[in-house]
């Protein structure tokens, strides 16, 4: 069992930045891939970005790609979701999720019914 915290979520204007942090409660998080998703109002869980175990590989949703940047720490099991140049659309819950089923080190799972833990979320609201 793996408890996920989320952090760091608020109201920014659009243009500006936020950094999430995902903190686990084991220490082996190293086993696990990791992802963050978000889930607007009416909307399904979408992913944005995730971390294979070693953090050698990273894949980004495109609506994201070159303004969010997914790492980790495994020494402090955490893992970080920085948001840049946020826009009005990223609102929304996020969340972290680990999956420990991934067979491959070097993939990154996409679909949300992948990943077995997940966090309870932190609300992300971007002012226009």
């Known amino acids: 069992q793996v408890q996920l915290v989320e952090s760091g979520g608020g109201l920014v204007q659009a243009g500006g930045s936020l950094r999430l942090s995902c903190a686990a409660s084991?220490?082996?998080?190293?086993?696990?891939?990791m992802g963050w998703f978000h889930q607007a109002p009416g909307k399904e869980r979408e992913f944005v970005a995730g971390?294979?175990?070693?953090?050698?590989?990273?894949y980004e949703a495109d609506s994201v790609k070159d303004r969010f940047t997914i790492s980790r720490d495994n020494a402090k099991n955490t893992v970080y979701l920085q948001m840049n140049s946020l826009k009005p659309e990223d609102t929304a819950v996020y969340f972290c999720?680990?999956?420990?089923?991934?067979?491959?080190?070097?993939?990154?799972?996409?679909?949300?019914?992948?990943?077995?833990?997940w966090g309870q979320g932190t609300q992300v609201t971007v002012s226009s």
């Open positions: 084991r220490r082996t998080l190293s086993r696990y891939t």
């Open positions: 971390i294979t175990r070693s953090g050698e590989n990273t």
């Open positions: 999720a680990a999956a420990g089923s991934v067979a491959s080190r070097y993939i990154v799972p996409t679909r949300a019914l992948e990943y077995d833990y």
